[in-house]
C-alpha cells in the first residue's frame, strides 16, 4: 500500500548523494499521551462541541545492508501495534506503535535506515469548534541533524474546515534535535466553519539516517505538499463511503 509517508521518503531517497566518511548514528524518540481540547465557538447555539476519530497504526521501517541505499536487508509494513526489530551486523532498529506510546530506537554504525513510527487518523469535527491536539514528545541524536540524520518527533497533518474547503495544512508540531537530548509537548490548533470540518493527523517519531551518505533535512511544508493530493483523495474517498453508508 502506497501511503503519504512512502512519498515523503521516496522524495528524500532520490536526493541523496555519497560522503566520504562513515558515522555512528543513534537516535531515540518517544510520543506519550495524546490529548485533544475542544472550544465552542458559539456557546449559545445550545450544541455540544464533537469530535470523532478513525486510528491506525502504522509503524514502517527498512533496514539498508549499507550506507548507499542500494542493497535492502529487511523491512516491515505491518500495520499494527506489534514492535519492529530489525537488526543486521551492528545495526539495529526497533519501534512501536501503540495507543500509550509511539518509540524509536535506532543504532546505525554501518549501513542505513528509514523508520517511521506513526498513528494515523482521520477526524471529523463539529461545526464552529476549535481544537488543539497536543502530546508530550521526546528525542535525542548523537549528531545534530544535516549530513548523515533526519529525526522528528512530533505532529503534522491538515485540515478542511468544511467538506469542500481547500486543505490547510499544519507543521510546527514537533522535535527537531540539535544534537543533544529534547523533551517538550507539541501541539497543533485549528476550527471549523459554520459546516463540519475534517482532516488527518501523522503522530509519529520518524528519522532517516546513514552512516555515510549526506541526509538532507527536508522541509515539512515540502514533504506535506507532496503528499496533498493524496490525502486528500484518501478523505474524499472516506466521505463519500461515510455517506453511502
Known amino acids: 500500500m502506497f501511503t503519504p509517508s512512502r512519498a515523503a521518503a521516496a522524495l528524500l531517497l532520490s536526493s541523496l548523494a555519497s560522503s566520504a566518511s562513515a558515522t555512528v548514528v543513534d537516535v531515540d524518540a518517544t510520543i506519550t499521551n495524546f490529548r485533544y481540547q475542544l472550544i465552542d465557538l458559539t456557546p449559545d447555539d445550545g450544541l455540544s462541541p464533537w469530535i470523532r476519530f478513525d486510528w491506525m497504526p502504522s509503524p514502517k521501517a527498512t533496514l539498508f545492508y549499507d550506507p548507499n541505499w542500494s542493497r535492502e536487508y529487511a523491512h516491515n509494513d505491518n500495520r499494527d501495534d506489534q514492535a519492529v526489530v530489525l537488526q543486521h551486523g551492528a545495526d539495529i532498529v526497533r519501534g512501536q506503535v501503540r495507543p500509550e506510546l509511539i518509540s524509536l530506537d535506532l543504532h546505525i554504525a554501518e549501513g542505513s535506515a528509514q523508520v517511521f513510527m506513526e498513528r494515523i487518523a482521520s477526524y471529523s469535527l463539529s461545526p464552529n469548534t476549535g481544537f488543539v491536539f497536543s502530546a508530550d514528545a521526546t528525542l535525542s541524536s548523537s549528531v545534530a541533524p544535516g549530513p548523515q540524520l533526519y529525526s522528528y518527533a512530533g505532529m503534522s497533518g491538515m485540515f478542511m474546515s468544511a467538506p469542500d474547503a481547500v486543505p490547510l495544512s499544519f507543521e510546527g508540531g514537533a522535535l527537531s534535535s540539535p544534537g543533544r537530548p529534547v523533551s517538550g509537548t507539541v501541539s497543533v490548533s485549528g476550527a471549523s466553519g459554520a459546516l463540519e470540518g475534517s482532516g488527518v493527523l501523522f503522530l509519529g517519531a520518524n528519522a532517516i539516517v546513514s552512516s555515510l551518505s549526506p541526509v538532507p533535512e ?14 486528500w483523495n484518501w478523505m474524499r474517498r472516506r466521505s463519500v463511503v461515510s455517506i453511502k453508508n
Open 218 to 231: 527536508p522541509r515539512r511544508a515540502a514533504l506535506l505538499a507532496a503528499g496533498l493530493a493524496l490525502l
